[in-house]
């Protein structure tokens, strides 16, 4: 019988959430039905600085023993700048981001080189927080998948689409639920 390698999904709030809301804790939810997956909820609360929300993931990803080729980043907001900026420095499995704070003028390297095998962005159109626009022009640079829904920044009406969206990329990048997992 072969030892399939743990895939880990790490997941970053934004700037005014927690490990604890509800994109990300539905999106761990889903993530840890799959077999040889480990989700992990970053906390970020301790700090608003996006640099040490970014060496937070790295510590995060360092203590798990997670290689990136088995390295799934999933972030809302300041989270999905987290997870670009940690995608930017070492190439990952996947890189899932719901309305990620890019291409703004007051965050640091803000158009960062998303480098991961898969990449998904997902953004409201009526986002008031981050504007769609600028995140549309870095998408078509780097050729990166990009889904625009009726929905404002926190995306609160789409929660069940941007989960299933979410099913749909952790597929697409390899991992499978062949069977129930007992908790």
């Not at 997941?11 to 804790?25: A, D, M, N, R, V």
């Not at 929300?53 to 980043?73: D, F, Y």
Request: aromatic residues 4%.
């Amino acid at each position: 019988m072969t030892r399939q390698t743990t895939k880990h999904v790490f997941l970053s709030h934004g700037l005014e959430s927690g490990p604890g809301g509800t994109k990300i804790q539905a999106m761990k939810t889903l993530a840890e039905t799959l077999d040889n997956v480990q989700a992990h909820a970053i906390d970020h609360r301790s700090t608003k600085d996006p640099a040490v929300r970014l060496a937070q993931m790295q510590e995060a990803i360092a203590n798990s023993g997670a290689t990136p080729e088995n390295t799934i980043l999933a972030g809302s907001s300041m989270g999905g700048w987290v997870c670009a900026q940690a995608s930017e420095q070492t190439q990952v499995l996947g890189c899932f981001l719901l309305a990620p704070a890019l291409a703004l003028p007051d965050y640091p390297q803000s158009s960062p080189r998303i480098q991961a095998r898969h990449t998904q962005i997902i953004h409201g159109w009526h986002d008031d927080v981050v504007p769609v626009m600028p995140v549309i022009k870095l998408a078509r640079q780097q050729a990166l998948s990009i889904l625009l829904l009726s929905d404002g920044h926190r995306l609160e009406n789409s929660l069940d689409r941007v989960v299933e969206e979410f099913r749909q990329f952790l597929f697409r990048a390899g991992l499978t639920q062949t069977g129930t997992r007992q908790k």
